[in-house]
C-alpha cells in the first residue's frame, strides 16, 4: 500500500491523476500522470526480523543505511535482489503527519477493534464479549474498573451508530466469566469493512479507506480487548498484543508505523498445542490452541501510543502512565530502521511504479522507496533548452567554424536572458532557476551537415567531427557564461565558479522542432529519407530529406548516395551508441539518443547495446525495435510489392439473425463527461447478440449517436461479428473531456462502451491477450491519445505530455 494524504491506497488506485504522497511525514508530490503500470513481472517478496515486508521486483531501489554511528546515518540506494540478510534498511518516520481523511469514527474504530479481540460475526448476528476472570458475570460481584470503563466505553460508542429501541446493551452470559452486547447495527458495520463469518481479520477496506481516526479507536479497541503492559523500567517496559494471525499482526503494524509508531513482530512466542484452559463455565476443559504471535512496542514509541492511541481500559492505562512517570531519563530514541530476513520470489503479476519530482521516493508499506527515474533537475527547477542547427553551419561544402562560435555566443546570452524575463508559475520554481541558472545548449541537423560534407554516419571521421562540434560549442559556450558573470553576476548556487550558469549544454531530443525546422533530429541519423507522419485526427504528412534530392538532382553517384545516406535502420547498432558517445564527453547534462533497431532484432543485439553504452561511458539509452507496437508516430512507407499481396475475400451476410421474442443479459453504469452510460449488452446462450446504450443527462445529439452505436454494435453481432473486433475498433477513441474511473480513464463515449463491453467478461483468454497493446498505460492521462516513444521518452504526439 503507497501512504498518501488520503491515507494509504493500492497504486493501481493512484494511476492516471497526481498524487499527494507522504514520505517521513511530509506531503511530496507524484507528476500529473500519478502511478502507471510498468508491465508485468516476477515479484518478490521482502520480509525484515521486524515483521515489515512488501513485495516488489528485484531491481526496485530500497534505501539501505550503509553506514551508521551515535550521532550520523549514511544511505544509499540499492535495488531489493542486491540486499543481503543482515542489512538494515530505512523504515518511514510519520510521527509529523498522522490524519487523513477516510470512512468511520474514533467510536466505530473502537466497536471493529473490540469486535476482532473478542467478538464473534454469525451468519444472524455479530456479538462483542467481555471476559472478566474474577468474577461469575450472572451475578458481577468483585468486577474490576477496567472491565466496567470497557464496557461503558463500548456501550457508548455503539449508541452512536443506529439501534432498535429494545436495544439492552450488555447482557451477563449465566454461569460464564462473560458479558455480551449485539446489535445489527455492529453487524452491518462490519459487512461495510469487509468482515464476514470466518474473516474476521484487518480487512483491505479498513486500511485503505477509513480515516485516521478510526485507525486510532481500532487500536484502541483492540489493545484494550487483547494488548498488555509488561515489564520494569530496570529491563525495559513494553505494549504488547497477542495474536494468533500473523496477517492481522502485520496489518496493525503497518497502522501503528503510520502513526509514527514502530513496532517488533515476534514470530511463534508460543507453539501450537494442546492446553487445559478455562471453559467459561467455572471448570477447565483440553483445548487445542494455535501458535501465537506477539507485536511489542518499545522505547519511545511508548509514549507516542499513549498519545495517539492510549487505552480505554484504566487499569491499563494507570499502568502504563505510572511506568512511563517513573522514567527518569530520556527513553531510547527510535531510529525507523528494519533488518532484511529474507527475499522471497513469489510470482509474475501487474506492477505499477511513480514520477516524484524532487524528493524520487516514496512510502509503500512503510518502507523509502526508490520512484523510476531520477529526474535531472533539482526541485522546482524547470528545463530551459535551445538547439543550433548544424545544418545551417556549412557553407560551400565547409564548416563555418566562426558561424558556429558566433551563434553559440549569442544562444548563450539569449538563453540566460529567457531565465531573468520569463514568466514562472510558481515563486519556488523561479527561486531555483534564478539560483542554479541552468541552460541546456544543444544541437539539432547534424545528420544535415554530414549529408552536406558526404561524411557517412558510420564512421571514424563523423566520430572525431562531432567531438571537435561540441567540444567548440561547449568551450564557447563556458566563454561567454565567463563573461556574462563579469558583467551580470555568478551562478548564486556556484559562487567560486565564475560562471553566469551552472551547466551550459544538454542535447535535448528535438522531435517536433526539428521538423518545424526542416532539419534532422538532434545527433541521430535520419529516420528515412523519405517518411509519413501520422498525427491524431488520422492526416497524414509526407516529408523528403532535401539534402539527399539536391544530391540526386546534382547526379551524385550512387556509390556516394549509399554510402553517405543511410538511414537509422541501416547504421548498426555500435556506431550508434559510439556517437552518443563521442558527444557525450563533451556535454554537461546529458545526451538524448535513440537506437531505431530493426523489427528484427534480438535480445542479443539489445544487450550489446546496453554494455557498449556503459562502457563508452554513456548516461542513458533508449532502444526501439521498429514496428513494436501499433501506434507509431514515424514510419516509413511499405513498398509497393507488398501492396499487390491478395486481398482476403470478406463472406456476405444475407440477413443477420433474427431477435428471439424473450432475451436476458446484464447491465453496466459506467461514467462518461456527458452523463453516466447505461450499457445494457442481451445473450443468447451466453453469446452477446444485442447492445442498448442510452445516456443518462445529456443532449439531444450525445442520445442520438449513442443510441446509434448501439444499434450499428447490435448489428454486427448478429451478422457474425466477433465482440474483440468490436471491443478492438472503439477502444482508446479519444474525446475532449476524459473522466476518471476506478480501472483507469474513460475517454470519450465510444471508449466507455468499449469498457463495458470489456468488463463484462464476453472475452476468452486469447482474445484477452489481443486487447492488450490497447492498454490504458498505452494512452496519454492528459488528452487520451495513444502514446508513443520518440527521442528517448514515452510521448504524446497529440497534446506533448512527455513520462519523462
Not at 161 to 187: K, T, V
Not at 275 to 299: C, F, N, W
Request: aromatic content about 6%.
Amino acid at each position: 500500500l503507497i501512504h498518501t494524504v488520503e491515507g494509504p491506497k493500492p497504486a493501481r488506485d493512484l494511476c492516471g491523476r497526481r498524487v499527494d504522497l507522504l514520505l517521513n511525514g511530509k506531503r511530496v508530490s507524484s507528476s500529473e500522470a500519478g502511478f502507471f503500470k510498468t508491465g508485468e513481472k516476477p515479484v518478490f517478496r521482502l520480509e525484515t526480523r521486524e515483521g515489515f515486508s512488501i513485495r516488489l521486483t528485484e531491481d526496485h531501489p530500497i534505501l539501505k543505511v550503509s553506514r551508521k554511528t551515535r550521532y550520523r546515518e549514511e544511505t544509499e540506494w540499492v535495488a531489493a535482489g542486491k540486499l543481503k540478510p543482515g542489512d538494515r534498511i530505512k523504515i518511514n518516520d510519520h510521527r509529523s503527519w498522522t490524519d487523513w481523511e477516510g470512512f468511520g469514527t474514533l467510536e466505530e474504530g473502537y466497536i471493529m477493534g473490540l469486535l476482532l479481540g473478542d467478538g464473534t460475526i454469525k451468519k444472524d448476528k455479530t456479538v462483542l464479549s467481555l471476559w472478566v476472570p474474577d468474577t461469575k458475570a450472572a451475578g458481577g460481584e468483585n468486577m474490576g474498573q477496567g472491565p466496567l470503563a470497557v464496557m461503558d466505553e463500548a456501550l457508548k460508542a455503539v449508541q452512536t451508530l443506529p439501534h432498535l429501541s429494545d436495544f439492552q446493551g450488555w447482557i451477563p452470559a449465566r454461569g460464564r466469566n462473560e458479558y455480551r452486547m449485539s446489535a445489527s447495527s455492529i453487524g452491518s458495520l462490519a459487512s461495510s469493512l469487509g468482515m464476514s463469518p470466518g474473516n474476521k481479520g484487518v480487512t483491505r477496506k479498513m486500511e485503505t479507506d477509513t480515516s485516521s481516526g478510526f485507525v486510532r479507536g481500532f487500536l484502541s479497541g483492540l489493545f484494550d480487548a487483547d494488548g498488555s503492559v509488561q515489564g520494569e523500567q530496570e529491563k525495559g517496559i513494553s505494549i504488547r498484543l497477542s495474536q494468533s494471525s500473523l496477517p492481522t499482526l502485520q496489518a496493525v503494524q503497518r497502522m501503528l508505523l503510520r502513526l509514527g509508531i514502530a513496532s517488533t513482530i515476534y514470530k511463534n512466542r508460543r507453539k501450537e498445542r494442546s492446553a487445559l484452559l478455562p471453559d467459561g463455565k467455572g471448570g477447565m476443559k483440553t483445548y487445542q490452541t494455535l501458535a501465537q504471535h506477539e507485536l511489542v512496542i518499545s522505547r519511545e514509541n511508548i509514549r507516542l501510543f499513549s498519545e495517539k492511541v492510549g487505552f480505554r481500559d484504566p487499569d491499563k492505562q494507570g499502568k502504563l502512565m505510572g511506568s512511563l512517570g517513573n522514567y527518569r531519563r530520556n527513553m531510547n530514541r527510535e531510529h525507523f530502521i528494519a533488518t532484511v530476513d529474507r527475499l522471497v520470489q513469489e510470482c509474475i503479476e501487474e506492477v505499477f511504479d511513480v514520477i516524484v519530482p524532487g524528493e524520487n521516493a516514496f512510502d509503500a508499506n512503510g518502507f523509502v522507496v526508490h520512484n523510476c527515474g531520477e529526474q535531472p533537475l533539482l526541485p522546482y527547477e524547470a528545463c530551459n533548452l535551445g538547439s543550433i542547427n548544424l545544418g545551417h553551419m556549412v557553407s560551400d561544402g565547409k564548416i563555418d567554424w566562426e558561424k558556429i562560435r558566433m551563434t553559440t555566443r549569442l544562444a548563450v546570452r539569449f538563453l540566460d536572458d529567457v531565465i531573468d524575463v520569463n514568466r514562472y508559475p510558481l515563486p519556488q520554481i523561479e527561486e531555483m532557476v534564478k539560483k542554479t541558472r541552468k541552460i541546456g545548449l544543444g544541437v539539432m541537423g547534424w545528420a544535415d551537415m554530414l549529408f552536406q560534407l558526404r561524411i557517412p554516419y558510420d564512421s571514424e571521421e563523423a566520430l572525431e567531427l562531432g567531438r571537435s562540434v561540441m567540444s567548440t560549442i561547449n568551450t564557447v559556450g563556458r566563454q561567454e557564461s565567463a563573461a556574462l558573470a563579469l558583467t551580470r553576476g555568478v551562478c548564486p548556487a556556484l559562487p567560486d565558479s565564475g560562471l553566469r550558469n551552472s551547466t551550459i549544454t544538454t542535447i535535448a531530443p528535438t522531435g517536433s522542432l526539428s521538423m518545424i525546422a526542416d532539419c534532422s533530429s538532434g545527433i541521430e541519423p535520419v529516420f528515412a529519407l523519405e517518411f509519413t507522419k501520422e498525427v491524431l485526427d488520422g492526416k497524414q504528412f509526407s516529408y523528403r530529406n532535401r539534402y539527399y534530392v539536391e544530391a540526386l538532382e546534382m547526379g551524385e553517384s550512387q556509390d556516394v548516395i549509399a554510402r553517405v545516406f543511410k538511414t537509422s535502420h541501416q547504421i548498426a547498432p555500435e556506431w550508434h551508441v559510439r556517437m552518443q558517445s563521442a558527444f557525450q564527453e563533451y556535454v554537461d547534462n546529458a545526451v538524448s539518443k535513440t537506437i531505431n533497431l530493426p523489427n528484427s532484432a534480438t535480445v542479443e543485439d539489445v544487450e550489446k547495446a546496453y554494455i557498449l553504452a556503459w562502457k563508452t561511458h554513456c548516461k542513458g539509452i533508449t532502444v526501439f525495435r521498429d514496428g513494436c507496437r501499433s501506434g507509431q508516430v514515424l514510419y516509413v512507407d511499405k513498398p509497393a510489392v507488398q501492396q499487390a499481396l491478395p486481398i482476403p475475400q470478406v463472406s456476405e451476410v444475407e440477413s443477420p439473425m433474427e431477435r428471439p421474442f424473450i432475451l436476458g443479459g446484464k447491465t453496466a453504469k459506467i461514467p462518461t463527461s456527458y452523463g453516466n452510460l447505461y450499457l445494457t449488452v442481451n445473450e443468447v446462450n451466453g453469446r452477446p447478440v444485442e447492445v442498448f446504450a442510452t445516456m443518462g443527462k445529456s443532449g439531444h445529439e450525445t442520445t442520438a449517436f449513442t443510441e446509434a452505436m448501439g444499434r450499428l454494435i447490435s448489428l454486427s453481432l448478429r451478422s457474425g461479428v466477433r465482440i474483440h473486433a468490436i471491443i478492438k475498433q472503439m477502444k482508446g477513441i479519444g474525446g475532449s473531456q476524459p473522466v476518471w474511473h476506478d480501472d483507469g480513464v474513460i475517454m470519450s463515449v465510444p471508449d466507455a462502451i468499449a469498457y463495458g463491453l470489456l468488463s463484462m467478461g464476453y472475452l476468452d483468454m486469447e482474445e484477452k491477450g489481443m486487447m492488450e497493446s490497447l492498454s490504458d498505460t498505452d494512452m496519454c492521462p492528459v488528452c487520451g491519445a495513444s502514446m508513443a516513444r520518440q527521442e528517448g521518452c514515452i510521448k504524446c504526439p497529440a497534446c506533448g505530455f512527455s513520462r519523462c
